[in-house]
């Protein structure tokens, strides 16, 4: 019972428990007989009243402390509410998953057709990203591809930037480091299609890429960013097809970087590849490749223009029964950003074919490209196109780009 509680009862008990006033005081002090009768009435009926009030206040205290007792039982076995600022279980969860997204690429053409063409509508591929960090030491990125023909690993592989001598290794399957396009996923290229080089000499969409390891360092100088490159691969691949295990393939790739103002910089590389092709067991291909990419992108107008120069050479040698056949091929392209949402391009192709001695094909492209925003982008491009000695093609592509979820950035 509570302090307040216990003394009121005490003091109405105190109270009617007072003794009447002592005979002999009375006594001494009493009027006459009636007065004394009228007195002695009087007491009496204080005395009721006083044990009217303690019985009247002792129930009322007993039903509050009842009513006390039944909320506090009530409460003790309610369960106990969630904290306002815990976070929601999706964000506790998402620490042990890697960030996903996935990128659709619709296209579709009109013209004739030349024998490797676009189809009229085609959802030409889906792209699933995984990817993470492993833990301090290690990245892991897995890139699955789904297209109408087949659902494949384009690049899955771990990364290891911290070993010691400042070593950055890969290990895993991925995208050859042979010039600057064959590294590109299609969503990052600024056209519709791959160039003619790309399908003539080096294998089209997928043709360097294999299982292998990649060991990449750093060449410390007070000019330029500089990076040397060297990958050893399983030679399984479009252009190197390893007749037993030890027949690897091996590519070299030498980048230099070098900002030449605040709004330019400048991206040069040179590669080099070599394994045996599988026409014979004897057989080889090797491969050269020189590239180079200019970049105006002024800071304070960044979002609204810019201007990217890019070009790419490259020779093929290959080996084949009869002796060594070799090819030459390339591309230039212009990209001009005039809106904040628009982008225009032009792109020049010649290429030898790496099977047909003396066979070129030639063509151009002009492109136009909208960006609604950073996860999607509607492309128009129109592409002639001269194939050997052919009447040259005139095709319209269009090429619609979308994504959803956390995308990591390709290399730059």
């Known amino acids: ?72 039982g009530a409460q003790a076995a309610a369960p106990a509410p969630a904290p ?37 509508l085609n959802m030409q591929e889906a792209e699933l990203a995984f990817q993470a960090v492993v833990d301090p030491y290690a990245r892991a990125d897995f890139f699955v591809t789904i297209s109408p023909e087949e659902v494949a690993l ?10 010691p001598g400042g070593f950055l290794t890969k290990v895993g399957k991925m995208r050859d480091a042979f010039g600057k396009v064959n590294g590109q996923h299609p969503h990052t290229l600024g056209y519709l299609d791959r160039p003619l080089v790309t399908r003539n000499l080096t294998g089209g969409e997928d043709g360097l890429a294999d299982a292998g390891i990649s060991v990449a360092h750093l060449i410390p100088n007070p000019w330029l960013f ?13 252009i190197f ?26 991206d040069l590389g040179g590669s080099i590849a070599y394994g045996h092709n599988g026409v014979t067991a004897d057989t080889t291909t090797r491969l050269w490749d020189v590239d180079a990419t200019l970049r105006w992108k002024p800071l304070r107008r960044s979002i609204y223009t810019h201007v990217l120069a890019q070009g790419e050479v ?12 070799s090819a030459v091929g390339g591309f230039g392209f212009l990209e001009y950003q005039f809106a904040r949402r628009f982008t225009a391009g032009l792109r020049y192709d010649n290429a030898e074919r790496a099977d047909l001695p003396g066979v070129r094909d030639e063509g151009g492209s002009f492109v136009l490209t909208f960006k609604p925003s950073e996860f999607s982008l509607v492309r ?33």
Do not use: C
């Not at 009447?20 to 007195?39: E, R």
């Not at 384009?154 to 070993?163: A, H, Q, R, V």
């Not at 490259?314 to 056949?325: H, K, L, M, P």
């Open 1 to 72: 019972m509570r302090p307040f509680q216990r003394l009121v009862p005490s003091l109405l008990l105190a109270a009617g428990a007072l003794p009447s006033v002592p005979a002999a005081v009375a006594a001494d002090q009493s009027p006459p007989a009636a007065t004394s009768a009228s007195a002695g009435d009087e007491v009496a009926d204080l005395k009721r009243e006083l044990e009217s009030l303690r019985q009247e206040y002792t129930s009322r205290i007993a039903a509050l402390e009842a009513r006390l007792q039944a909320l506090e």
């Open 84 to 120: 306002s600022a815990a976070p929601p279980a999706a964000a506790g969860s998402k620490v042990f998953n890697p960030d996903i997204s996935a990128i659709g690429n619709f296209v579709g053409a009109a013209g004739p057709s030349p024998g490797s063409g676009e189809p009229s």
């Open 154 to 163: 384009e690049e899955g592989y771990i990364t290891f930037p911290t070993l």
């Open 226 to 238: 500089l990076e040397a490159t060297g990958q050893v691969y399983q030679g399984s691949s479009q």
């Open 241 to 266: 097809k390893a007749p037993t295990r030890s027949d690897l393939a091996y590519v070299g790739h030498l980048r230099a970087y070098r900002d030449l103002g605040e709004s330019t910089n400048i």
């Open 314 to 325: 490259d020779w093929s040698r290959r080996e084949d029964a009869t002796g060594a056949v």
């Open 380 to 412: 128009a491009q129109y592409r002639r196109t001269k194939f050997g000695e052919e009447s040259p093609v005139n095709e319209l592509l269009f090429q619609f780009l979308f994504a959803i979820g956390a995308h990591g950035a390709h290399p730059f």
